[in-house]
């Protein structure tokens, strides 16, 4: 798509501008160049004035300008303006080659993120912290607009790419999306690389003026295109890291599996208990355990109980350096990347079947309505007497038979109490869509499947959710919430997303009540029963999930809107989430008898296990968008029903209903008509046609391109006049 320029139109219809239009124009040329000082003939040629009587006129209105106090004039007979910009700081979101969007990191100092052109970023990348000036007049979208001063803090200087090697020298094409440059690198710092293979580059250099930066290879990945070589560069792309560091491996082998007798007697003893872990089929760390047992008084003991990882895991060693820094366990799509090596993780804290465990458990006492009538909370041993897959334990529960059936019944019918009792408190009912891979021993994609929640997925997560809930209360109401913990927190939605939220549902014929709070959960829920299996689920759960807030780690005891908790937190999976070890320390802390420590050090802590976090999200989502596109690239050529997910100026994103994979229809293919985006209703209006492309519309798409190394899939409309053979990037 092109927007037609109206550059000169005056001087080409012979008009020239008046005085008052040449003046606002000098004024917002001087205004958005801050600092900087002009004589009049370089303002006539930066404004690209040609007719001889504007030219004439510029001297005498700067003359004006500067005698009613708009400007500024130098010994020397150059111009400047006399009006303040604002200064910010912000981070860089670099959407594509033309101009990038610098969000505040005070969102009150502006109104709205700011546009930054290409030419004025100053060599920021994605995500770099930035000082920008903002031109006090805003451009002509409405929008503010600036330049980058300074850049304060790089976000990275590493990139995954793919080399081309010419006779004089190379590039490395990045596979970042927002990395819009590439980058050069000598012939004698490619480390052996060849032509076409994946490799990790350092930027060294990147002058100013030089329209590409310079890098030196620092890794050689191996041949584009090789699925270990394609996970290797998401891994290398996100900083996830490719071993476990020997010190801490070292410490971890050092730890004696011997549990002594002094341990035992700190510990409530739950050995004779019956005890199970119910997990995925190929998991191998399991974080938590369920313990059953009725009460002489007929009611029901639950234990939630939890691997003690920080019995293991000591302050001030290099275990627990290790673990901060990587904050989580990444699962990408076919392994997963631990926060805690394998002689921890699979061995020593996982929850193994009889085998003694050491956890740190709260402990319901329930009646038959799920009401908690007592709850405990504290260290204890387990010795769990069935390891089940959740597929084993579901089909105990629909056959009535097969170990341990009864208890997982009862639990069952008693979490759909707990989830019941939560809904109509206000919790909202988010089930997105998981798509996982079946691949061959190569890593090729022979199929995806629909990951299914049944009620087993159900019972262990209220079990969970209950457990959390009940250690973020318990130091709430120890000292009114003046102690220093971690909690999750997640903030009410911003209604005016909603708003906009509640139109696109309202297009497949869904209506939201959004007059409060609490309607708005309910409502929610009830749109999120009636989608279940029609086409346009995933695309309004996707939808739904955007225009809520984001969950975070906090030493703030706020709320958890979604679950419609006053305060909640991580307790239950400390193998792969080091918040959840944090919670564990504070909470001993506390039931030892200490004092609450400074909260400002475990706030650190909490942004940076937030920021891991949305790491590892990102690097989870790029594995499986690499396989979605390997999967298209192998996929039968026809037309594909989807659901528009996206409308931006340069594409229109659509979701193919029987893949879930979603590609772009680039809008200068679309050859009907000229299309205009309209930003605030988010569709694409046919100039001529009037036709509207918008978010939600049914449309047929077929593949015309896919691209691994950039992980898209490009698409066309299936109505276009002529279909384009089918294309893969050439490596």
Same mark, same amino acid.
């Given at each position: 798509m092109g927007r037609k320029s109206n550059r000169n139109q005056n001087n080409q219809r012979g008009k020239s501008p008046s005085a008052s239009q040449l003046a606002r124009k000098i004024k917002t040329f001087l205004d958005n160049h801050y600092g900087e000082e002009y004589s009049a003939k370089q303002i006539i040629k930066k404004l690209e004035i040609r007719d001889s009587l504007s030219k004439n006129a510029v001297e005498p209105i700067l003359i004006k300008l500067v005698e009613n106090g708009t400007l500024s004039k130098s010994p020397r007979n150059y111009y400047a303006s006399k009006k303040d910009p604002d200064f910010i700081i912000g981070k860089v979101d670099y959407v594509n080659p033309r101009f990038a969007y610098i969000v505040p990191e005070d969102p009150e100092k502006t109104d709205g993120d700011i546009l930054v052109k290409e030419a004025d970023l100053k060599q920021a990348l994605d995500d770099d912290r930035v000082r920008v000036m903002v031109y006090p007049n805003k451009g002509r979208s409405g929008r503010s607009e600036g330049r980058v001063l300074e850049i304060l803090e790089r976000a990275r200087d590493e990139f995954v790419g793919r080399v081309e090697i010419s006779p004089r020298f190379a590039f490395v094409v990045p596979d970042f999306k927002k990395m819009h440059k590439d980058i050069f690198v000598h012939r004698g710092d490619l480390e052996g690389a060849q032509h076409n293979e994946k490799v990790v580059v350092k930027l060294t250099e990147w002058r100013e003026g030089d329209k590409n930066p310079t890098g030196k290879v620092t890794r050689v990945l191996g041949k584009a295109g090789v699925h270990e070589v394609e996970i290797h560069s998401i891994m290398a792309e996100f900083g996830l890291p490719f071993e476990y560091p020997k010190e801490a491996d070292a410490e971890a082998n050092a730890i004696s599996e011997e549990i002594s007798k002094k341990e035992i007697q700190k510990r409530?003893?739950?050995?004779?208990?019956?005890?199970?872990?119910?997990? $995925?089929?190929?998991?191998?760390?399991?974080?938590?355990?369920?313990? /059953?047992?009725?009460?002489?008084?007929?009611? #029901?003991?639950?234990?939630?109980?939890?691997?003690?990882?920080?019995? %293991?895991?000591? *302050?001030?060693?290099? =275990?627990?350096?290790?673990? /901060?820094?990587?904050?989580?366990?990444? %699962? #990408?799509?076919?392994?997963?990347? $631990?926060?805690? *090596?394998?002689? =921890?993780?699979?061995?020593?804290c996982s929850l193994r079947p009889n085998e003694d465990k050491l956890t740190f458990a709260c402990v319901f006492e329930l009646d038959e309505n799920a009401k908690v009538l007592k709850h405990w909370i504290g260290r204890t041993i387990i010795h769990s007497d069935r390891r089940f897959a959740y597929e084993e334990a579901q089909e105990n529960i629909d056959k009535q038979e097969g170990d341990f059936f009864e208890e997982v019944t009862h639990l069952n019918n008693l979490a759909k109490k707990i989830r019941k009792q939560r809904f109509q408190n206000g919790a909202v009912n988010f089930e997105t869509v998981e798509v996982k891979f079946k691949l061959d021993e190569k890593g090729t994609p022979l199929g995806l499947m629909v990951k299914e929640r049944k009620d087993i997925h159900k019972l262990i997560e209220e079990f969970m959710l209950l457990a959390n809930k009940y250690v973020a209360e318990f130091i709430i109401k120890k000292n009114n919430g003046k102690d220093t913990f971690v909690y999750r927190t997640h903030d009410s939605p911003d209604m005016d997303r909603l708003e906009v939220f509640s139109g696109f549902a309202k297009r497949f014929g869904h209506n939201l009540n959004l007059d409060n709070e609490r309607q708005v959960s309910s409502s929610l829920n009830k749109l999120m029963d009636e989608i279940q299996g029609k086409p346009e689920q995933n695309v309004l759960e996707q939808l739904a999930i955007r225009s809520m807030a984001k969950a975070k780690y906090t030493t703030e005891p706020k709320g958890h809107f979604g679950l419609a908790f006053a305060h909640y937190t991580h307790f239950t999976s400390p193998i792969r989430r080091y918040p959840d070890m944090m919670v564990h320390r504070l909470l001993q802390h506390y039931l030892d008898g200490g004092k609450s420590p400074d909260a400002e050090d475990w706030e650190k802590k909490c942004l940076h296990s937030s920021d891991r976090e949305k790491r590892a999200a990102d690097a989870e989502r790029a594995s499986i968008k690499y396989k979605q596109v390997e999967y298209m690239s192998l996929a039968e050529d026809k037309d594909y029903e989807g659901i528009v997910s996206?409308?931006?100026?340069?594409?229109?994103?659509?979701?193919?209903?029987?893949?879930?994979?979603?590609?772009?229809?680039?809008?200068?293919?679309?050859?009907?008509? %000229? /299309?205009?985006?309209?930003?605030?209703?988010?569709?694409?209006?046919?100039?001529?046609?009037?036709k509207m492309i918008t978010l939600g519309d049914k449309v047929s798409v077929r593949v015309v391109n896919t691209d691994i190394d950039r992980r898209t899939i490009d698409l066309e409309f299936a109505d276009n006049d002529e279909k384009p053979h089918r294309t893969r990037t050439p490596r």
């Open positions: 409530e003893d739950f050995r004779e208990v019956t005890t199970f872990t119910i997990d $995925p089929a190929d998991a191998k760390d399991f974080d938590d355990a369920i313990s /059953y047992r009725r009460l002489e008084n007929g009611n #029901l003991e639950v234990g939630v109980h939890i691997a003690d990882v920080t019995h %293991y895991v000591q *302050p001030k060693t290099a =275990l627990e350096r290790e673990a /901060y820094d990587r904050a989580t366990s990444v %699962y #990408l799509v076919d392994r997963t990347i $631990p926060m805690l *090596p394998e002689r =921890l993780s699979n061995g020593l996206g409308v931006t100026e340069w594409g229109v994103f659509v979701e193919i209903t029987e893949t879930k994979c979603e590609g772009m229809v680039r809008v200068s293919d679309i050859s009907d008509d %000229y /299309y205009e985006f309209d930003e605030r209703n988010m569709r694409l209006i046919g100039t001529k046609s009037k």
